[in-house]
């Protein structure tokens, strides 16, 4: 008994062994898992980055070249508006010293209209009007719809009336003047319109000519003029 007794003390006495706590390999390690999501996140941020370069280069070249062909190849200019002649059709009529107010006198105005343009002008509007001083409209003429190919150069005849009354009133000593020092009339040409190429360029033109006349009795048919 007491053998049996010692034996146990014994046992009791003797120290435990340690305890060791393992790691199953079937499952991550947190220091391994953290640098692998890492990995990802870095790895993700670098493809957004460069997604977001690829797109603002690509954006910024097309904004190059639109900048550049609309400055070269697609660059509208305006049209030329060359005023070619002025003629009137038929001298003013004098009965008794005075002005024959009972038919107007028609003057023609021929016009030349080049597109430089590798594009269509179209022309909305054609306007000439004349003028003796400033402000009195003796003759005017419109003609509408034009349409110009590019690199080409269109004439055109205008035809206006000069109203008599009109001029009388702004200018009493008509018949003086013409068989004297000659009468000063303005002419002066407008077109309105606008140049477009392939529906994005565009360009609202509008031009003006202004050509200054002096008629005589010599020269009535074909007045000297000189445009600006």
């Known amino acids: ?3 049996a007794m010692s034996k146990i003390n014994e046992d009791q006495a003797k120290p435990l062994a340690p305890l060791f706590l393992t790691t199953r390999s079937d499952q991550p390690d947190e220091e391994d898992q953290y640098h692998h999501d890492r990995t990802k996140y870095v790895h993700s941020q670098t493809k957004l980055i460069l997604c977001c370069g690829f797109i603002a280069s690509l954006t910024m070249l097309i904004a190059v070249t639109f900048i550049v062909l609309s400055l070269t190849v697609f660059h509208l200019h305006s049209p030329n508006l060359t005023v070619d002649s002025i003629s009137f059709n038929q001298r003013f009529d004098f009965v008794n010293g005075k002005v024959n107010t009972n038919q107007n006198t028609t003057v023609s105005v021929e016009i ?3 597109n430089p343009n590798p594009a269509l002008f179209i022309v909305k509007n054609v306007n000439v009007s004349f003028y003796h001083g400033e402000l009195v409209v003796v003759g ?3 003609r509408r719809s034009e349409t110009i190919p590019a690199k080409r150069t269109v004439k055109m005849n205008l035809t206006a009336e000069i109203v008599k009354t009109k001029l ?15 009468v000063d009339l303005k002419s002066s040409v407008e077109v309105r319109g606008r140049v477009k190429k392939m529906k ?3 360009k609202t033109v509008h031009l003006q000519t202004d050509c200054f006349m002096k008629m005589t009795t010599n020269n009535f048919l074909t007045p000297t003029f000189q445009c600006f």
């Not at 009388?168 to 000659?182: I, T």
């Open 1 to 3: 008994m007491e053998l």
């Open 112 to 114: 030349s209209l080049h």
């Open 140 to 142: 005017e003429s419109i």
């Open 168 to 182: 009388l009133a702004s200018l009493p000593g008509l018949m003086e003047d013409l068989n004297g020092r000659g």
């Open 200 to 202: 994005i360029f565009r």
